[in-house]
């Protein structure tokens, strides 16, 4: 399966990020296995760091995903938003030491208006039940998160493409 990292730099060896907070499904090395969502992603990424206009800095990272690591290794799956996955999501978003111990996590992503709806249950400004409503009507997106250096041993580097 091919697979993809949007960011603003080649990365030919992922590794897990651990110094991030308010990640959905916590430390770990993100892909999606939408090109065009990384491709956003690496753009929004340059423009916020003010680098996109001058120099060419999105960078799109591009991966074979050995699938066999499904059977292989701990996962965890999340096909839609469910009170489960938002669970998983408030737990790694409220606390940068929260451990699943899962190596891969796969699920939609909390992203712009997601994110803010989680940030009102994180909030208590709205129940887990009201937010799930909410976002049956939003377009998610996937994101397929490698929690361990044991789940990246499974991903292998093809290319990188400057956007």
Known sequence: MIIYHGGMEIVDTPRIITSEIGRD???GFYTTDIET?????ARRKALASGRFISESKAVLNIYEFDETAYVKLKTLHFPEISIEWLDMVIACRSDSHYSHGCDIVTGKTANDNVGETVE??????????????????EKINNQICFCTDVALGFVKFREARML
């Not at 969502?37 to 992603?41: C, D, F, G, N, T």
């Open 120 to 137: 009102y249950v994180l909030r208590n400004i709205m129940r887990k039940e009201d937010a799930l409503d909410r976002l049956k009507f």
């Open 37 to 41: 969502q990384a491709e956003r992603w």
């Open 25 to 27: 499904f916590g430390p």
